[in-house]
């Protein structure tokens, strides 16, 4: 695919996610949302029975939601992303309730976790980019006091973060050291990506 036919294509995230949306949107970029219609769940458990690695599963599925919307926004770039947080070999998804979200942050507390995010582009229903980047974030001891206290401040917002935290928020409370890509803890490798989008013209060089 020739960077001219790439040039002016819009952009649309396959995501519901309002962090990714603000990532792009605040790096000035023209984005609209559209959640892709995959079952995450259903595709998680599977790759894990079949023995995937959390690379692979984060990958493919960041694949099949810009795949998705993709084949339904032919001429659009569109950009589908992917987190897996992995605490002593555990995988973790995005908790459903505030009584998970406090068991995931007492798991968390004390340790080091990586944050696998994975990032494509498609256009037409073919992938034509992907990136990858794990941050290693280690948090410091929870009091379960404290679990509720920060739950009661952050509110149900950060349910929707597989790790119960927005770093760019309250969630910087929680750490005592983080190493890796920023933007790639929020949810995308936003330096990676613009790179890619200036690169075939979708924005100014």
Known sequence: MTDARLALAPVIL????????????????????????????AVRESLQGEGAAPREIADLLAELKARNVSQRHGDAVVIGADQILICDGRLFAKPRDRTEAARHLAAF?????????????????????R?????????????????????????????????????EGLGAQLFTRIDGDYFSILGLPLIQLLDFLRRHNIVAT
């Open 14 to 41: 396959a995501s519901a996610s309002p962090s990714r949306f603000a990532l792009l949107t605040q790096a000035g970029l023209d984005v609209t949302r559209i959640p892709a219609q995959v079952d995450e769940e």
């Open 109 to 129: 507390s004390g340790k080091t976790h990586e944050l696998v995010t994975a990032v494509c582009a498609a256009r037409g229903g073919e992938v034509i980019w």
């Open 131 to 167: 990136a990858l980047e794990t941050p290693r974030l280690t948090m410091r001891p929870l009091s379960a006091g404290f679990i509720e206290s920060y739950l009661d401040a952050a509110g149900e917002a950060v349910f929707g973060s597989v790790g119960v935290y927005h770093l």
